[in-house]
C-alpha cells in the first residue's frame, strides 16, 4: 500500500515542480531577458557600418554566421550550460565568483575578517568538500598580496563596466527603439525630436526608481514574451518571403568566406557582432532571483529559438535590400504590424534598461560591501522581493550621464561602439575569474581550467580587440567612466584601509584598562553606551579620548562592530557575535553585526531589544560553563559566542510592552529627555520605535551573580542608549609622498565630506548620537 501512495505521490511532485520551474522560467523574462532579447534593433545597422564596400549576398550572410555562432557559443555554451553551475549559495555575477575564491583560497583583503566567520551555515556551499585544497599554484597566489590586490582590482575594473552598461545599455536600446519614427509616420520625424523623446523617456524611467521595479514587474515578462515571439514570426516570414537560402549561412564555411573578402574591415566589424550578445552577463548576474533550471530553460526554450530566426529574417531581407541597412529591423516589418511593433519595441526597451540599472545599484551595494565605494544611502524598494534596492545618488548620476551621452552622440553607432566594449570586458572578466573558480572551488585539473580559458578567452579576445580598435569612434566612453570609478574606489579603499590599520595598531592595551579599575578612573551613571569601531578585537584608541575628556560614561559599555563577511546572505540566527571584554565587574561586551553583500542594512527597530537579549543569553551562557568548570569568576577573555535572537529563551528575561506593567527597575530618564524623544518620533514620521521593558525571571534558579549582572544590564537600558561614535578626521603623515598626500588629504577627504555619514547607514537615531573628534595621521 505504501508503495502504490509513493508511486501516486511521484507524479504529483513531479508537476509541482515543473510547474514552479515553468512560472520562474516566465518571470525571468522580464527580468533577465530585457536587454538580450532587444539586441535585433541594432545590430546589422552597426555590424554594417563599416562594410559599405561590400554590399553582396555573401557578406550578409557572412555576419549572419558570426551572429549565429557568438550566439551559441558564448550565451549558451559558456552561460547556460557551464557558468551558471558556479552560483554563490544561488547568487550569481561577479562579485559570486571573487566570494568564492575568498572563502576557498583565501584571497579576500577585508581587513576584519574572523575565524568564526567560516561556522557560518552560508560560507560554504552544501555537498563541496571542505578540505583545504593544497597546490603550488594557490599557495603563490596566498603569498603575495599585491596578486591578491590585483585581482580586487581586476573584479572593481569589471564592476566599473557593469556600471557603464548602466549608462550606456538605457541610451542605446531607447534610442533605437525610437528610430522607427524616422521612417514612417507623416513624413517622418528628424533625428533631433528622436533625441529630444528619447531624453524624456530616459527622464521618466529614472524619476520612476524610487518606486522600485515591483510594483510594475508584473507587466515585463508578458511585455518581453510577446515582443519575442513577435519578431521569431516576422523573422521566419521574412526567411520564406524574401530569401529561403539563408538557411545555409548557418554554415561556418561562411565566416571564413565573410573574412577572406572582408579582411580588416570585416575584423572591425565583429565590434557590431558582439552586440548581439549584450545583456548575456544578466543571465548569472541575476541568478539570485530565480534558479539556473528556470534561466537555462527560458533561454533555450524561446529566447535562443526567436532571436535566431529573427536574425535569419533580418538577414533574408538584407540580402535583397542591401539600401535598407541603416533601420533594417523597421523596415523589415510588414508595414500593416509597424506600429503594433514600435510600441511593443519602446516598451521592451525600457524593460532591458530597468533591468541593467536595477543591475547596477546591486554592483554598487556590493562595492560598498567590500569597502570600495563610499557611503551611499540604500533604499529597500520592495516587501516581498529580498534584494530590490535604490540607490538615490547613483540613479541621479545615471540619468545625468545617460542624458549627457545621448545628446552628444546621437548616433547609435558610436553609442554601439561604447555599449559593445563595455559588455564584452565584462565577460572577459567573468572568463578569468571562472578559470580559477574551476581550479580552487571545484577542484577540477588545472588543464580543464586553462583549456575554458583559452577556449572562451580567444573567442572574447578577438572580440575585444575589434572594440579596441573602435575606442576613437565612441569606444573611449566606457574606458573613461571605468577608470573615474575606478578612482574613486580605489582611493575609498585604500583611505579607509589606512584608516583601520590604523585603529589596529593603537589598540588600547588590556593592562591599561585594567590598571583604572572597573570604574575606568570615572564615574560610571546608568545606561547603555554602543561604542562603534571596525576592529573584531581589542579596544579603539578612541576610547581613550572618551575616557580622558568625558567625566562621566556608562554603566554598560558595549563595543559594536558592524562587518561584511564574503558570504551573500547571513542568516538572521548567526548575524550576531557577543564576547566580553576584560573581567566581568567591568560591564564591558563586544558585538560583532555580521552582513553578507547582498544584504540589505535596514532600519531595525528591535535593534536595542535584540542587543540586550543576546547580551543576556550570553551571560547565561557563560556562567552554564563556568558552573561546570566550577568557578563563576573565570573568565575566558577574547571568546565569542554566536547568538540566536528570534527569540528570549535562554537570557533569564521576561520582554513586556512598556504598558503592560512597571519594571524592576526604575527609569532615570529625566522628563525633558523623554519629551525631546517624543517630538523627534513626531519629526521622523510618526513611527515610533516599539517600547519594551524587560523583567528579570523570578521563578528561574539563577546564580545571584548572574541575577546581579542581568539586573545592571536591566537598569542600564531602562536609563537609556547612548550611540558613541568617533567622527575621524584622515590625514597623510608629514612624511608622506606626493601621491599618498593627494590620495589620502584632498581626494580621500573630498570623498569622506560628500557622501552619507556613517550615523546615516548605521541607522543610527540622531536624539541618541555622540560624537568625539579624533586626527588619525596615516
Known amino acids: ?188 520625424l528628424g533625428n533631433g525630436w528622436v533625441v529630444l523623446i528619447a531624453c524624456v523617456v530616459l527622464v521618466g524611467l529614472f524619476a520612476l526608481q524610487h518606486r522600485g521595479t515591483h510594483r510594475v514587474a508584473f507587466v515585463f515578462a508578458p511585455i518581453v514574451v510577446l515582443w519575442l515571439l513577435s519578431i521569431g514570426v516576422i523573422g521566419l516570414y521574412n526567411i520564406i518571403h524574401w530569401n529561403p537560402r539563408v538557411c545555409l549561412a548557418l554554415s561556418p564555411h561562411y565566416i571564413v568566406k565573410f573574412f577572406k573578402i572582408t579582411g580588416r574591415d570585416g575584423w572591425i566589424s565583429l ?229 583601520y590599520l590604523f585603529d589596529l595598531q593603537n589598540k588600547v592595551s588590556m593592562k591599561w584598562i585594567l590598571t583604572l579599575g572597573p570604574s575606568l578612573g570615572i564615574v560610571r551613571v546608568p545606561g547603555i553606551g554602543l561604542i562603534y569601531t571596525e576592529l573584531v578585537t581589542g579596544v579603539p584608541a578612541i576610547f581613550s579620548h572618551f575616557v580622558t575628556n568625558l567625566p562621566a560614561f556608562h554603566q554598560i559599555l558595549v563595543f559594536v562592530c558592524v562587518k561584511s563577511v564574503p558570504v551573500p546572505y547571513v542568516p538572521v540566527d548567526e548575524r550576531y557575535l557577543i564576547g566580553r571584554i576584560g573581567p566581568r565587574q567591568y560591564r564591558m561586551y563586544r558585538c560583532i553585526v555580521r552582513y553578507g553583500y547582498k544584504d540589505v542594512q535596514k532600519d531595525d527597530e528591535n535593534f536595542e531589544n535584540h542587543l540586550v537579549m543576546s547580551i543576556a543569553k550570553f551571560i547565561q551562557m557563560e556562567a552554564e560553563e563556568a558552573a561546570s568548570s566550577g568557578s563563576y569568576e573565570s573568565s575566558n577573555e577574547g571568546r565569542m559566542a554566536v547568538i540566536h535572537t528570534t527569540d528570549a529563551t535562554g537570557t533569564g528575561l521576561i520582554m513586556r510592552d512598556s504598558n503592560e506593567g512597571t519594571s524592576l527597575t526604575r527609569s532615570s530618564k529625566s522628563e525633558t529627555l523623554q519629551s525631546l524623544q517624543s517630538i523627534y518620533e513626531q519629526e521622523s514620521g510618526g513611527l515610533s520605535r516599539r517600547r519594551v521593558r524587560f523583567q528579570v525571571a523570578e521563578e528561574e534558579q539563577i546564580n545571584p551573580q548572574v541575577r546581579d549582572e542581568l539586573s545592571d544590564l536591566l537598569e542600564a537600558k531602562e536609563a537609556g542608549v547612548a550611540y558613541i561614535i568617533g567622527h575621524s578626521y584622515v590625514k597623510a603623515r608629514k612624511n608622506s609622498n606626493f601621491l599618498k598626500s593627494f590620495a589620502i588629504d584632498y581626494a580621500y577627504s573630498f570623498l569622506r565630506k560628500n557622501c552619507r555619514g556613517p550615523s546615516v547607514t548605521l541607522h543610527i537615531p540622531h536624539i541618541s548620537l555622540i560624537e568625539v573628534g579624533m586626527i588619525y595621521y596615516v
Open 271 to 499: 565590434g557590431g557582432v558582439l552586440l548581439a550578445v549584450t545583456g548575456t552577463e544578466a543571465m548569472f548576474a541575476d541568478l539570485g532571483h530565480f534558479t539556473a533550471a528556470s534561466i537555462r530553460l527560458a533561454f533555450v526554450g524561446v529566447i535562443y529559438p526567436c532571436l535566431v530566426l529573427q536574425y535569419m529574417g533580418q538577414a533574408a531581407f538584407l540580402s535583397k535590400n542591401m539600401s535598407d541597412v541603416h533601420d533594417s529591423f523597421y523596415l523589415s516589418i510588414p508595414r500593416t504590424v509597424f506600429w503594433p511593433m514600435f510600441v511593443l519595441a519602446s516598451l521592451a526597451a525600457i524593460v532591458g534598461s530597468q533591468s541593467i540599472i536595477s543591475a547596477t545599484f546591486s554592483i554598487v551595494k556590493q562595492c560598498l560591501s567590500l569597502g570600495c565605494f563610499p557611503r551611499v544611502k540604500v533604499v529597500h524598494t520592495s516587501r516581498w522581493i529580498y534584494g530590490q534596492i535604490y540607490i538615490p545618488e547613483i540613479n541621479w548620476i545615471l540619468m545625468v550621464l545617460c542624458l549627457a551621452v545621448t545628446v552628444g552622440f546621437r548616433d547609435i553607432n558610436i553609442i554601439g561602439n561604447a555599449y559593445g566594449l563595455a559588455c564584452i570586458t565584462v565577460m572577459f572578466v567573468t572568463t578569468w575569474l571562472m578559470a580559477l573558480v574551476i581550479i580552487f572551488v571545484w577542484k577540477k585539473n588545472i588543464l580543464l581550467a586553462l583549456s575554458f580559458l583559452v577556449f572562451f578567452g580567444s573567442i572574447e579576445g578577438a572580440y575585444l580587440s575589434a572594440s579596441f580598435i573602435k575606442v576613437p569612434q565612441g569606444g573611449w566612453t566606457p574606458i573613461a567612466l571605468a577608470f573615474v570609478f575606478m578612482f574613486i574606489m580605489y582611493v575609498w579603499h585604500y583611505g579607509t584601509r589606512r584608516k
Open 1 to 188: 500500500m505504501d508503495e502504490e501512495i509513493g508511486a501516486a505521490a511521484a507524479p504529483q511532485g513531479q508537476w509541482k515542480y515543473h510547474k514552479a520551474l515553468s512560472l520562474l522560467a516566465f518571470q525571468s523574462f522580464g527580468v533577465v531577458y530585457g536587454d538580450l532579447s532587444t539586441s535585433p534593433l541594432y545590430v546589422f545597422k552597426s555590424a554594417l557600418s563599416g562594410l559599405d564596400k561590400y554590399s553582396d549576398e555573401a557578406t550578409v550572410f557572412g555576419l549572419l554566421s558570426l551572429i549565429f555562432w557568438t550566439l551559441t557559443l558564448i550565451p549558451l555554451l559558456k552561460y547556460v550550460i557551464i557558468v551558471l553551475g558556479a552560483d554563490d549559495n544561488g547568487e550569481g555575477g561577479t562579485f559570486a565568483l571573487y566570494s568564492l575564491l575568498c572563502r576557498h583560497a583565501k584571497m579576500s583583503l577585508l581587513p576584519n575578517q574572523q575565524a568564526a566567520d567560516e561556522e557560518l551555515s552560508t560560507y560554504y556551499q552544501p555537498g563541496v568538500d571542505r578540505t583545504a585544497m593544497s597546490s603550488p599554484f594557490k599557495r603563490f597566489l596566498e603569498k603575495h598580496k599585491k596578486l591578491r590586490t590585483c585581482l580586487l582590482l581586476f573584479v572593481l575594473f569589471g564592476a566599473c563596466m557593469v556600471i557603464g552598461d548602466g549608462v550606456l545599455t538605457p541610451t542605446i536600446s531607447v534610442l533605437a527603439a525610437l528610430s522607427g519614427l524616422q521612417d514612417r509616420g507623416t513624413g517622418g
